[in-house]
């Protein structure tokens, strides 16, 4: 009966009623929120003319952030791939590795490196000194992991992040607490599995369901890194808060090679 009723409902109704509710949105954002500065607008259009301009005559800081993205006029720049932006705010003294976000879980790094932009994350790299330079390198790591790019993974590493350093689950939930390692465990990318193990990573790290490496690679099907992984010294009879083993999660999705594996390795 109360499908009915809807069905009755008129349909030009209910548009009018869906433009009054973006409208009323909108208008609470713009309640909510200040308007951005000119060097974030100058930064949000990729306008490098009106950038230099708003840099001139601005009175905010270089590092303002907008109210309603947390984000500053870098990490737009870095995120829209607008080198010349980049190069200009960071000769003017933007700080490259300051968190940003609603959490601050994100950087202008971890922007550069989600959107495969590597001449930006290079001369972003080359400013990573200080307060958060570590962090900001760590996040964009595990980013790097999931996207599968070998080259920025190497470029982090080259420049000093934990290859063992987890993402912040609290605040971030894409990455869950996960490692790089884990992330690149899960998306399959077995080169990268085997640079961050050659380069330090610590296999018997766990994300928040307890979930190592291991376990990740073995409930996905990823037959090749689980090989390696247990070639490495990863331990098949770990269990994670659900009390179960790689084994565990490749039976329940079907995994009979990694089964196999997994039988090998626990019977040894």
Same mark, same amino acid.
Request: hydrophobic fraction near 40%; charge should be negative.
């Given at each position: 009966m109360v499908v009915g009723l809807f069905l009755q409902v008129d349909i030009g109704f209910a548009f009018d009623e869906?433009?009054?509710?973006?409208? =009323? /949105?909108? #208008?609470?954002?713009?309640?909510?929120? %200040?308007p951005d500065s000119k060097l974030i607008e100058a930064a949000k259009k990729g306008n490098l003319e009106e950038l230099?301009?708003?840099?001139?005559?601005?009175?905010?800081?270089?590092?303002?952030i907008s109210e309603e993205s947390s984000m500053t006029a870098l990490t737009y720049a870095s995120r829209s791939g607008h080198k010349d932006m980049v190069i200009l705010l960071l000769n003017k003294g933007a700080s490259p590795h300051m968190l940003v976000g609603s959490w601050r879980e994100n950087t202008s790094l971890r922007? =550069? /490196?989600? #959107?495969?932009?590597?001449?930006?994350? %290079?001369?972003?790299?080359?400013?990573?000194d200080g307060v958060g330079a570590r962090l900001s390198m760590d996040y964009a790591l595990i980013e790097a992991a999931k996207k599968g790019s070998k080259?920025?993974?190497e470029q982090l590493l080259d420049k000093g992040a934990d290859p063992s350093a987890e993402?912040?689950?609290?605040?971030?939930?894409?990455?869950t607490g996960s490692t790089a390692l884990i992330v690149a465990s899960d998306y399959g990318h077995k080169d990268i599995v085997q640079l961050l193990l050659n380069r330090g990573a610590n296999l018997h790290m766990t994300n928040i369901c307890g979930n190592t490496a291991l376990m990740i690679a073995s409930w996905c099907g990823h037959k090749d890194i689980v090989q390696l992984l247990l070639d490495r010294g990863a331990n098949p009879h770990s269990r994670n808060l659900q009390d179960s083993t790689a084994l565990d999660l490749a039976k329940r999705n079907g995994h009979k090679e990694i089964v196999r594996l997994l039988n090998k390795a626990m019977s040894a």
């Open positions: 869906g433009e009054r509710l973006v409208d =009323a /949105v909108n #208008a609470f954002n713009a309640y909510r929120y %200040k230099r301009g708003a840099l001139d005559e601005s009175k905010v800081s270089i590092d303002d922007e =550069a /490196v989600t #959107a495969g932009h590597k001449e930006i994350v %290079k001369l972003l790299l080359d400013k990573q080259d920025m993974v993402g912040n689950a609290e605040h971030d939930k894409s990455f």
